[in-house]
């Protein structure tokens, strides 16, 4: 499975922005998809996870009702809608498909990953 993001860039403080990923080839049955992201300094962190089959979502405390994760399993793609930026939003984000919740959330090395997309709050 290959994971390709898009749609990073730049944005003032208190500013929206939406980034995608499309995945290709044959994930697991009933896999699961993640957005992680890593700050400057900082370790990788699950940032939100949906669950495809039925679209359950998870999200990160500190970005809980600022993102919405979404996404279209007939066009394989996930995205990240980000409302009211905050400069500590700054970060490359990516995305990630596994096939056990906990890892879509958590991370692990089992997960296929993307390169990710830069995201930078002014």
């Known amino acids: 499975v290959q994971l390709v993001e898009s749609g990073g860039g730049s944005v003032q403080a208190g500013g929206s922005l939406s980034i995608s990923c499309t995945y290709r080839?044959?994930?697991?049955?009933?896999?699961?998809l993640g957005w992680f992201r890593q700050r400057p300094g900082k370790e990788r962190e699950g940032v939100a996870a949906?669950?495809?089959?039925?679209?359950?979502?998870h999200y990160v405390d500190s970005v809980r009702g600022r993102f919405t994760i979404s996404q279209d399993s007939a066009k394989n793609t996930l995205y990240l809608q980000m409302d009211s930026l905050k400069p500590e939003d700054t970060a490359m984000y990516y995305c990630?498909?596994?096939?056990?919740?906990?890892?879509?959330?958590?991370?692990?090395?089992?997960?296929?990953w993307g390169q990710g997309t830069q995201v930078t709050v002014s």
């Open positions: 080839g044959d994930p697991y049955t009933g896999y699961c």
């Open positions: 990630s498909l596994g096939s056990r919740w906990y890892d879509c959330y958590a991370g692990s090395v089992d997960n296929y």
């Open positions: 949906i669950y495809p089959a039925n679209d359950d979502t």
